[in-house]
Nanobody
Framework: QVQLVESGGGLVQPGGSLRLSCVAS????????MEWYRQPPGKQRELVASITGRGAINYANDVKGRFTISRDNAKKTVYLQMDSLRPEDTAVYYC????????WGQGTQITVSS
């Protein structure tokens, strides 16, 4: 059974930082590409960042230079370090395993507001 458990969300002021974590179970974590998605209020879910099992990384254009995705295969955890946060980053953030397209965690809410 695949489980993805996100944590680390919260309320932060513009310009602030947060670090999200996602612990995975039920998958061969080290060989799986992992992704972070977000769903802003009233909008569709969108891909934010991805990292392959070998460490190749891609970012959405609007988070490049501000967000950093990383993984710890021993802990079966993927991280998203978010710096210089903007109000438009407000969303529910989800992690996702590329090989398991139907499996999603509960998400974690990020609210960027002064």
């Amino acid at each position: 059974q695949v489980q993805l458990v996100e944590s680390g969300g919260g309320l932060v002021q513009p310009g602030g930082s947060l670090r999200l974590s996602c612990v995975a179970s039920g998958i061969m974590f080290s060989i799986n590409a992992m992704e972070w998605y977000r769903q802003p209020p009233g909008k569709q879910r969108e891909l934010v960042a991805s990292i392959t099992g070998r460490g190749a990384i891609n970012y959405a254009n609007d988070v490049k230079g501000r967000f950093t995705i990383s993984r710890d295969n021993a802990k079966k955890t993927v991280y998203l370090q978010m710096d210089s946060l903007r109000p438009e980053d407000t969303a529910v953030y989800y992690c996702h395993a590329l090989a398991y397209p139907l499996e999603w965690g509960q998400g974690t809410q990020i609210t960027v507001s002064s």
